[in-house]
């Protein structure tokens, strides 16, 4: 039996004081329109949840025919930075995909490039996409689907850019948003919307928002972990009934485990609530 609506409250508000950080949640029942909104509108470092927006924008581009996804790009490791334009690499250490990085000066697809980026978070494709489709037409592109919140300037490991504070930012609400529009197959076509939640339930890592579910949900989603922000937002699949969309993000965690259990207990109680 599900929660009542201030027990499911009570239950959030229990486990974020518990968890002593910065918490911000955005979840939508498509079914009933409902909705759980806890410091929706908190700017936070999207981490690598941005990466849903680059996949979004190289469809977009795809579409109007700019290029093919099927199109090779060539694999290099070098790029501008946003502060001067001065070149940086990635390390290789620091970047969760590293198969990447041992076919530098062959080429991919870009299909195959977005398959990676979102899977198993490789930093080095998101690099080569963001160059390719810019962050400006990302940032453009968002806004165009409903959010002004979430925002793209630069690449990954862009560390002058860093040091001067450009950065990607992302609200629960902003992510939440594009996520609902893609739940509703409105982003593009519906072909293209049903190939990209098709991506994201590919997922690799899977110890948060799908961790205390059913197993026979499926989850399209994206996690984003840097420093002590962690978060992941997606579209959750009941067995039965509409989808749910979730967006958690938070900041101040010290542990993987800490915030892997702490995002895997939210998303449950409000699966709970919502699909039970």
């Known amino acids: 039996m599900s929660l009542r609506a201030n027990e499911v409250s009570e239950a959030i508000s229990e486990l974020i004081q518990q968890s002593g950080v910065v918490v911000a949640v955005a979840a939508h029942n498509l079914e009933t329109r409902e909705e759980i909104l806890i410091q929706p509108d908190k700017s936070f470092h999207p981490a690598s949840t941005i990466k849903i927006c680059l996949m979004m924008e190289t469809f977009h581009q795809a579409r109007q025919g700019l290029f093919s ?11 501008a930075s946003l502060a001067d334009g001065s070149p940086y690499s990635l390390s290789v250490a620091d970047d969760s995909e590293k198969d990447l990085y041992e076919h530098i000066g062959k080429s991919l697809s870009i ?11 490789s930093n080095l494709a998101a690099n080569l996409l963001i160059e390719r489709i810019t962050a400006e037409r990302t940032t453009q592109f968002m806004h165009e689907l409903g959010t002004k919140d979430v925002i793209v300037r630069r690449g990954v490991e862009d560390n002058k850019a860093f040091r001067l504070g450009l950065n990607n930012s992302a609200t629960a609400r902003g992510l939440m948003q594009i996520l609902l529009k893609l739940a509703k197959r409105e982003v593009l076509s519906p072909q293209d919307s049903d190939e990209m939640i098709e991506v994201l339930l590919q997922q690799k890592f899977n ?6 579910l059913p197993a026979n949900t499926r989850v399209a989603h994206k996690t984003g972990w840097t420093g002590k922000y962690y978060h992941d937002v997606g579209i959750v699949y009941p067995p039965n009934g509409d989808a749910l969309v979730l967006a958690i993000m938070t900041k101040g965690f010290e542990k993987d485990e800490d915030a892997h259990s702490f995002i895997a207990s939210l998303a449950k109680i409000i699966y709970d609530e919502w699909a039970v």
Do not use: C, H, Y
């Open 69 to 79: 996804l099927d199109d090779p790009m060539l694999l290099k490791n070098e790029f």
């Open 111 to 121: 299909r195959e490039l977005i398959l990676r980026m979102i899977t198993v978070s």
């Open 207 to 212: 110890e948060t928002i799908p961790a205390q």
